[in-house]
Structure formats: structure tokens, C-alpha cells
């Protein structure tokens, strides 16, 4: 038996094998982890409804590019940088600030 679901990520259609089945491939699923927990500014929907309470947990700017950073899931790990690529960006030059876009 077959459901047909609508992927949440690609917003393609798709035949669902299990129930449970949310994304179409395991790379939307991967994606839509990336994008709810690095993403900037933005209130996002959680991809599991118990665990989101809508509650702002914390705010901060981030360390690199001083974005202010909204944290409302609880598995959202972030604390000091808002993205992957300010961390690395920070690390890379922990002395010397280089002003250069
Ligand atoms: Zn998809
Ligand atoms: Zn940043």
C-alpha cells in the first residue's frame, strides 16, 4: 500500500512506504534539519510538533557576524554562532579580524 504525501522540503509529491514516511529521500530530510537548525531570524516550524512549543528558548548574536539568533527548539544546539560557516569563519582567524566580504 502506497500514501501519497507531499514532501515538505522539495514540495514534490511522492509515494510514501511507510506511515511515518515525511520526506521523500533521506537528502530532504538531511536538508530540512540543516535549514530548521541554522536558520537565521526565523521562527521555524518544527519538523516534530511535540517538541516544538513555539517558546522562545534564547536569543543571542552571534559571535562572527553579530545576527541576532533565535533558538525555539531545544535540540537547536546553538549558543555562540549562528551558522556552521560563521563558526568556521571565526576559527580560522581567532586573532586577527579580517575585514574582507
Ligand atoms: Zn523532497
Ligand atoms: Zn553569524
Sequence with gaps: MHLNKICPVCHQSFEARRKDQ???????????????Y?????????????????????????????????V???????TIFCSPRCEKLYWKHPKKIINKN
Design 22 to 36: 515525511v520526506y521523500c529521500t533521506y537528502y530532504c530530510r538531511k536538508k530540512h534539519h540543516k535549514e530548521t
Design 72 to 78: 525555539v527548539n531545544k535540540h537547536d544546539r546553538r
Design 38 to 70: 541554522y536558520s537565521k531570524n526565523r521562527i521555524v516550524e518544527d519538523i516534530n510538533d511535540e517538541e516544538n512549543t513555539g517558546v522562545i528558548l534564547r536569543q543571542f548574536r552571534c559571535k562572527k557576524c553579530h545576527e541576532l539568533v533565535t
